[in-house]
């Protein structure tokens, strides 16, 4: 009966470790797993990095277009009497082709803060037909157009119903 005992203590001992050996196994398959989604993750980022950026509808925002804004809005804050007209004339090609529309709003308030500040006009027009306000100004002739269709048709129906009492 003790031998039977001693081994039952041996098959123990055997399945204890065994079952240590699989328990360590796991372990290590499940570290193996996370190392290698973090190197996968890693290099996936590191490779995002060298991507180009889609930049299709925003601002260009490299150091050539980053330091052109910065010269028109020197050339704004350096505006006097003097050279008002001229640093203008030289200014609305960019504002009408170029900068996006809260660069040209910016700027033209700039402009007629300190045309005012100076105690010159900015000319009637300046910059009207700018690139970036052209989606605004179709809206705008749209809407005039049609309005002003509506108070045609109710001033042609205002005579029409003056006349219609005057046959009773």
Do not use: W
């Not at 509808?57 to 050539?64: E, F």
Request: glycine share 4%.
């Amino acid at each position: 009966d003790k031998d039977n005992f001693s081994a039952t203590k041996k098959e123990i001992s055997v399945f204890h470790s065994i079952s240590l050996l699989t328990h360590t196994l796991d372990i290590f398959v499940t570290m193996f797993r996370v190392l290698l989604a973090t190197l996968a993750l890693a290099l996936v980022s590191q490779s995002a990095a060298f991507a180009p950026a889609n930049t299709a509808g925003r601002m260009g925002t490299d150091l050539a277009s980053r330091g052109k804004y910065a010269e028109i809005r020197t050339t704004i804050d350096k505006l006097d009497k003097d050279n008002f007209s001229a640093t203008l004339t030289e200014l609305e090609p960019f504002l009408t082709k170029e900068a996006g529309i809260t660069f040209y709003s910016k700027s033209l308030r700039r402009i007629n803060t300190a045309a005012g500040a100076l105690g010159v006009a900015v000319p009637e027009g300046y910059a009207v037909e700018a690139k970036c306000t052209a989606k605004r100004r179709e809206k705008q002739a749209a809407y005039a157009a049609e309005q002003a269709e509506a108070s045609a048709e109710a001033e042609a129906e205002a005579p029409a119903e003056e006349e219609a009492p005057a046959e009773e």
